[in-house]
């Protein structure tokens, strides 16, 4: 297969919706939507690749067998152009980071998804743009949850403000 042959030797990073991945792999949508950590790990050990499978619950699928589960994002971001801020991200983050392409791809997914979470508390995740999750991505960079067990639901919550969570700021002392 030709993306085996890309893949050696060198970093490849996939992010196919489940319908681009039925397609990938030659099984049909609802066989991917069924199993889903066993077809991206198994694609992803077999080529080499790192994959992330997008939907509810993305997962990113590593060549050595991991398979992490993301927690952020909505409903909202299953539209046009949301998936090029996502390898808008990666691809950042992996040329500032090229040794560190798991956690690089891992970081990218979850800010994206946060991101466009932070972007509904303003709006509605039914007129979600893939330019309202870029506007909330600095504070996604920045954003610390403080809460006592480390958890936060932002979705359902009024914009302000943010109960047992705060953005931090750069402070600007000069």
């Known amino acids: 297969m030709l993306l085996a042959k890309l893949a050696k030797g060198r970093a490849l990073v996939l992010t196919p919706h489940p319908g681009e991945m039925a397609r990938?792999?030659?099984?049909?949508?609802?066989?991917?939507?069924?199993?889903?950590v066993e077809v991206a790990r198994g694609f992803a050990q077999r080529l080499g690749v790192?994959?992330?499978l997008k939907g509810a619950r993305t997962l990113i699928a590593h060549?050595?067998?991991?398979?992490?589960?993301?927690?952020?994002?909505?409903p909202g971001m299953a539209k046009g152009g949301s998936g090029d801020l996502l390898t808008g991200l990666i691809a950042g983050l992996?040329?500032?980071?090229?040794?560190?392409?798991?956690?690089?791809?891992?970081?990218?997914?979850?800010l994206?998804?946060?991101?466009?979470?932070?972007?509904?508390?303003?709006?509605?995740?039914h007129t979600l743009l893939a330019t309202d999750s870029l506007?909330?991505?600095?504070s996604a960079f920045r954003f610390r949850a403080t809460g006592p067990n480390g958890y936060l639901w932002l979705q359902g919550h009024p914009a302000e403000?943010?109960?047992?969570?705060?953005?931090?700021?750069?402070?600007n002392d000069k």
Request: glycine share 6%; aromatic share 2%.
């Open 135 to 138: 506007a909330q991505l600095s």
């Open 94 to 110: 992996l040329a500032q980071h090229p040794d560190e392409l798991a956690r690089a791809v891992e970081a990218a997914v979850y």
């Open 161 to 171: 403000p943010l109960h047992g969570a705060a953005i931090e700021r750069p402070r």
């Open 24 to 36: 990938l792999a030659g099984i049909p949508v609802a066989e991917v939507q069924a199993n889903r």
């Open 63 to 74: 060549p050595d067998g991991r398979v992490a589960v993301n927690t952020s994002g909505n």
């Open 112 to 125: 994206h998804g946060l991101a466009a979470d932070l972007a509904v508390r303003a709006a509605d995740e």
């Open 50 to 52: 790192t994959l992330v």
